[in-house]
């Protein structure tokens, strides 16, 4: 009876995942979450049938973290990702990826914060057609744009990047990440907090 018993809670866990759109935020994903190891394995998986997820950033663990960054960057299904940052917008990882070729993508005023930006720096990272991002009046912090800087290292086709209005407040990522982009030729850091040393530091990664 007690094997029986698992095998009922097993399903009730893992049913809600076969769903096309499926929720995690009511599930247990911390650094000892019961579900951490069901969760990871299924978007391993690559589920061919979501097309929506939500989870909450802050309260899942690494290992979460990365399989849902992994996800982004294979699924060819998922068109709404939701971190759980308050009002945020749902990301779209087939457009960040560049599997649907959109050349200009205005995230502006979407109240994105850090998670957000790791979703797009993952898409960011493999997309060969997008030239134009705008990620102004958001709240993607220094961790969102450490995460979007190290994307550029491996970026070669955006050219202009607006990450004004961001609460930014170091620049070293950045200019660590210009001195390896060859075609990015607009950058917009304006109403930021990046003091005389960091806007050196951009500056001296543009003429080098």
Known sequence: RGGGGGLAAAMVAVLPLQASRVDLTGFDLGDDGVMVGTVVAW??????????????WGKVCGRVREAVLGAVL????????????????????????????????????????????????AGLSVNK?????????NQIRHEGAAAIAEALRGNGVLTSLNVGSNDIGGATAIAE???????????????????????????????G
Do not use: W
Request: negative net charge.
């Open 43 to 56: 978007m391993e998986s690559e589920p061919s049938a979501l097309t929506s997820l939500t989870l909450d």
């Open 129 to 137: 057609v997008l030239t134009d991002l705008n990620l102004c009046y």
């Open 74 to 121: 294979k699924t060819h299904t998922l068109v709404a990702l939701s971190v759980g940052e308050e009002g945020a917008m749902p990301l779209n990882p087939q457009q960040l990826c560049g599997r649907e070729a959109v050349p200009s993508l205005d995230l502006s005023g979407k109240r994105l914060g850090p998670g957000s930006a790791a979703v797009v720096a």
């Open 177 to 207: 990440a210009l001195r390896g982009n060859a075609v990015l030729t607009s950058l917009n850091l304006q109403s930021n907090f990046i003091r005389d040393k960091g806007a050196a530091a951009i500056a001296e990664a543009l003429q």
